[in-house]
DNA sequence: ATGCTTGTTCGATGCTCATCAAACTTATCA
DNA sequence: TGATAAGTTTGATGAGCATCGAACAAGCAT
């Protein structure tokens, strides 16, 4: 649905960003959790409503796309829906450890 | 020099502040340039003025409030000037790796 | 077709916070 | 006793951004 979208199924993805970004883009609460529930779905695609609570869907989507321009997600469709993986290889290859040790706080 | 200075060398330590509030603290380029100093100072104290450039004291000193309040230095007078220690120890029991793979990554 | 659902985009609003200058405190030095 | 230096605090300003509703786009159902 997104305005942008290409014709395959998932996006081209952007490199991770730098430090900084990473950071900033995690330092909101809303996205903290968006992620912790990617971490928590396996690393598997995640739908969107499963990411979110207590925001509008302009919120959420706001913050998902934060969340891809610093390179921490991926958006893919699967079954006409769009759905979100964590990065975690090319986290972890930019910024080793800095997510996952994140993430593991998380629990 | 500060109002609430304790009597003895050293201030008071607040505990590690909780997930968010540390990620919200290392989330700014000043307060991240600090802490990237402070450990290439080898976790020694580390004074004031050599912390930062770019900014007024005043806008330094309310950065190093900001890092103290999150658990993430601690403040000591030593040959009477205020100097400001990354607190490696008690970082890594509350959040395991997060703030060395930062560091790291600093580099 | 018509509607319903999902997600994005746009515009507006309000709050948080980074920043500075100025005043103040404490200490050191002449 | 001044005078200078180092940090802090306060108050004000401005920019960024999280938030929302509304309008839009795309797909799927009936």
Redesign the pocket.
């Known amino acids: ?5 290409p014709v395959d199924a998932t996006d081209t993805v952007a490199p991770v960003a730098d430090l900084h970004t990473v950071l ?1 883009a995690l330092a ?1 609460p ?1 996205r903290l959790e968006m992620v912790r529930r990617l971490a928590a779905g396996g690393d598997g695609p995640v ?3 499963a990411l979110y609570d207590g ?12 969340l891809r321009e610093a390179g921490i997600t991926r ?1 893919s469709y699967v079954d ?3 759905h979100h993986t964590l990065r975690r290889d090319e986290l972890e290859e930019a910024l080793p450890g800095v997510v996952t040790s994140i993430v593991t706080a998380l629990d």
Chains 1, 2 share one sequence.
């Open positions: 649905m997104p305005l942008d979208t900033q909101d809303v739908r969107c409503s925001v509008s869907k302009s919120t959420a989507s706001h913050h998902f796309k934060t958006r006409g829906v769009v």
